[in-house]
C-alpha cells in the first residue's frame, strides 16, 4: 500500500503571496487532514475533508483554504502569506469513523521571507 | 475542547536506560490515542494506536498505556538506543470528530 505523500518538499514565499501545497493519501483511506507544525511545538489542526467538503476546521483564518479531489488527494492553499505562517505542514489520511489511526505524510516546510 | 500536555518537554538519558515519556489529557471522551515518533523537519511515524477500550499496546521495545478515567497514558521506552532519539508525540481523537490534538512533545536524547 502507498503511503501518504507530499509535494513540495520545501517552499519559500514572500510575504502577501499565495501558496498551494498538495497530499496524495494513502490507498483505501477517505479522509485528508491538514495540520500545520511551528518550530518546536506540536501539530494543530487546520481542517479535513471527507467526500470533498469540509468536515471540521480548526481556529485559522478563511484565508487557509482546501480542496479534496475525487482521487481523495488534496490541496492546501494559503492567500496573503504572513511570516507568522512560517511553518512545516503535515496531512494526514484516514478512514472516517473507523478504528484505525491517521497515517502522515512527511510535510512540506514553508518559509515566508 | 480537549488539550494534551506532555512531561516533560525534553529528557537527556545515557543509552541503555528504561523511560518513561507521559502524556495527559483533559476530556476522558476520547475515541483513541496515538503515539507519533518525529525526527527533525521530518513528518510523523505512527508508533503506537490504543483504542478507547484498551488498556496496553506493545511493539517491540515500546509500550504505550492508557487510563482513559485519570486522563492518562505513558510511553514506555525500554533499553534505549542512540537511534531513539527523536521528539515523542501524542495525539488523542476525541468521540466527536475526526481530528486529532497533539501535545507539546517530549524531545528524548539518548547519549552513546
Known amino acids: 500500500e502507498t503511503g501518504v505523500t507530499q509535494s513540495p518538499t520545501h517552499l519559500i514565499k514572500t510575504r502577501g503571496q499565495q501558496v498551494t501545497l498538495r497530499c496524495s493519501s494513502q490507498?483505501?483511506?477517505?479522509?485528508v487532514s491538514w495540520y500545520q507544525q511551528a518550530l518546536g511545538q506540536g501539530p494543530q489542526f487546520i481542517f479535513q475533508?471527507?467526500?470533498?467538503?469540509?468536515?471540521g476546521r480548526g481556529n485559522f483564518p478563511p484565508r487557509f483554504s482546501g480542496l479534496q479531489f475525487p482521487n481523495y488527494s488534496s490541496e492546501l492553499n494559503v492567500n496573503a502569506l504572513e511570516l507568522d505562517d512560517s511553518a512545516l505542514y503535515l496531512c494526514?489520511?484516514?478512514?472516517?469513523?473507523?478504528?484505525?489511526?491517521?497515517?502522515f505524510g512527511s510535510g512540506t516546510r514553508l518559509t515566508v521571507v | 475542547k480537549q488539550e494534551v500536555t506532555q512531561i516533560p518537554a525534553a529528557l537527556s538519558v545515557p543509552e541503555g536506560e528504561n523511560l518513561v515519556l507521559n502524556c495527559s489529557f483533559t476530556?476522558?471522551?476520547?475515541?483513541?490515542l496515538q503515539w507519533f515518533r518525529q525526527d527533525p523537519g521530518k513528518g510523523l511515524t505512527s508508533l503506537l494506536l490504543?483504542?478507547?477500550?484498551?488498556r496496553e499496546q506493545t511493539s517491540g521495545r515500546l509500550n504505550a498505556s492508557l487510563d482513559k478515567s485519570s486522563g492518562r497514558s505513558t510511553l514506555y521506552i525500554a533499553a534505549s538506543q542512540p537511534g531513539d532519539s527523536a521528539t515523542y508525540l501524542c495525539?488523542?481523537?476525541?468521540?466527536?470528530?475526526?481530528?486529532?490534538?497533539f501535545g507539546g512533545g517530549t524531545r528524548l536524547m539518548v547519549k552513546p
Open positions: 494526514a489520511s484516514s478512514l472516517l469513523e473507523s478504528p484505525s489511526g491517521h497515517t
Open positions: 490507498s483505501g483511506h477517505n479522509t
Open positions: 475533508y471527507y467526500r470533498e467538503e469540509e468536515n
Open positions: 476530556d476522558s471522551a476520547i475515541y483513541n
Open positions: 490504543i483504542q478507547s477500550s484498551q
Open positions: 495525539a488523542v481523537k476525541d468521540n466527536a470528530g475526526n481530528m486529532l490534538t
